[in-house]
């Protein structure tokens, strides 16, 4: 098996244009361009257990695009930082509650894996692995629904540490806020005490060098980034208002630590993608224009078959479910869909030549390296992959 630029190779060296691109941290395809030196760069070291002074000034560079993260500090994946940020909230507020909602996904803890989207699918604690003493101190509320919030944060009666969101979800399909939403819940953090945190795994470089909170206007005290930065390699850091990092270890009582945290690869990548996003803005226009291509090229091959699921695309990202009606707004709507049609498009696509991601819970990521001809052909993929469904008499 290999991968290279928009493409992935099977083991009979079979073709297929990927969609998956490893679940968002590609945004520069299999390949980007900028990996050249990593002999040069292994020969400094492979890992230091120590901060280094390129840690340092990657962290002044997210910091740039990022003024809400004062402070920062970087972990090995996406899970460790939403896992770190929740504990510096509980250690801020002196609280345990977190407040959270069901089909976002936060990463592979406990906490996080109850009632998450992607391909979690882990409803109940029980049998799941997810202790039920861990869910005690959690709430899981509707997405996009700040009365099931307000219900949810009367029970928890001044308990909660923190409010945990994707800004944008891309775990249950893509889900956009509605309008007020996420204000809503800056003003009830601010009012219960609790510590918003904003999981921009997937949005933050994916929507742009300002992340999600740039572009819904709503700042919040802790963030979480990851995938993108490390253009393949595992880096992500989590980071926020100075005064609730400094309950961090060796400042504060609250430990976090990673053997390979902050390691050189990684760090040295997260500066070449933002070397490469800070002087390549063509490049995220132009994936972009490919996405609404491709979005609207998916509208016409459903028209044509008087379906009227709903087509999603922002930024290079592309989305649309088996089930007619508006966009999903939360989880309950998401699980309306129908998921045997997926499982037989998604099988269908594979056919094709074009690799979908097999949960009907995740999306279409485009990258940089997918060409307008790919989008061509998978257009094509995708209206023959519906007639195909269409006859079988599954859609
Ligand atoms: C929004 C979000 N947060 C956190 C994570 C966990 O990141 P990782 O897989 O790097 O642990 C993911 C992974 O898909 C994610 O989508």
Do not use: F, M
């Given at each position: 098996m290999r991968a290279e630029?928009?493409?992935a190779y099977d083991e009979q060296g079979r073709r297929y244009?990927?969609?998956v691109m490893a679940y968002g941290p590609l945004l520069f395809g299999h390949t980007p361009p900028f990996l050249g030196?990593?002999?040069?760069?292994a020969a400094r070291g492979v890992v230091y257990g120590s901060t280094s002074p390129d840690e340092l000034a990657l962290a002044e560079r997210i910091r740039g695009h990022l003024p809400s993260m004062e402070r920062l500090r970087f972990t090995t994946t996406g899970s460790e930082a939403v896992q770190s940020a929740i504990r510096v909230a509980r250690a801020w507020t002196g609280r345990d509650a977190v407040l959270k909602f069901s089909g976002n996904y936060h990463g592979h803890f406990d906490l996080a894996l109850q009632d998450a989207g992607a391909?979690?699918?882990t409803p109940h604690a029980g049998g799941s692995g997810i202790p039920r003493a861990v869910v005690g101190d959690?709430?899981?509320?509707?997405?996009?629904?700040?009365?099931?919030v307000d219900r949810l944060l009367a029970m928890l009666d001044g308990r909660v540490a923190a409010i945990l969101v994707e800004p944008v979800c891309g775990n249950m399909g893509l889900v956009e806020t509605v309008p007020g939403f996420l204000e809503g819940l800056r003003a009830r953090a601010d009012r219960c005490g609790a510590v918003l945190i904003f999981d921009e795994i997937i949005t933050w470089l994916r929507l742009g060098l300002g992340g999600a909170q740039a572009r819904v206007g709503v700042t919040p005290d802790l963030t979480t980034v990851g995938k993108v930065l490390?253009?393949?390699f595992p880096v992500a850091a989590f980071g926020g208002r100075a005064e609730i990092m400094a309950m961090l270890a060796p400042d504060g009582p609250a430990f976090t630590g990673g053997t390979h945290a902050g390691m050189p690869f990684g760090i040295a990548l997260g500066l070449r993608v933002l070397d490469y996003l800070e002087t390549h803005a063509d490049v995220l226009a132009q994936t972009e224009r490919r996405a609404r291509a491709l979005a609207a090229s998916i509208r016409a091959s459903l028209r044509a078959l008087a379906l009227d699921y709903a087509v999603l695309q922002l930024a290079s990202i592309v989305d649309f479910k088996f089930?007619?009606?508006?966009?999903t707004r939360s989880y309950d709507d998401q699980q309306r869909d129908d998921q045997r049609a997926y499982a037989a498009f998604y099988h269908a696509m594979r056919e094709r030549g074009v690799l979908l991601p097999p949960s009907h819970n995740e999306v279409m990521f485009l990258s940089t390296a997918h060409g307008d001809d790919d989008v061509a052909f998978t257009a094509g993929a995708i209206e023959a992959s519906l007639r195909d469904l269409r006859a079988k008499g599954i859609v």
């Open positions: 630029g928009p493409y244009a990927d969609y030196g990593l002999d040069a760069l391909s979690a699918e959690l709430a899981v509320a509707r997405y996009n629904d700040l009365d099931d490390g253009g393949g089930r007619s009606g508006p966009p």
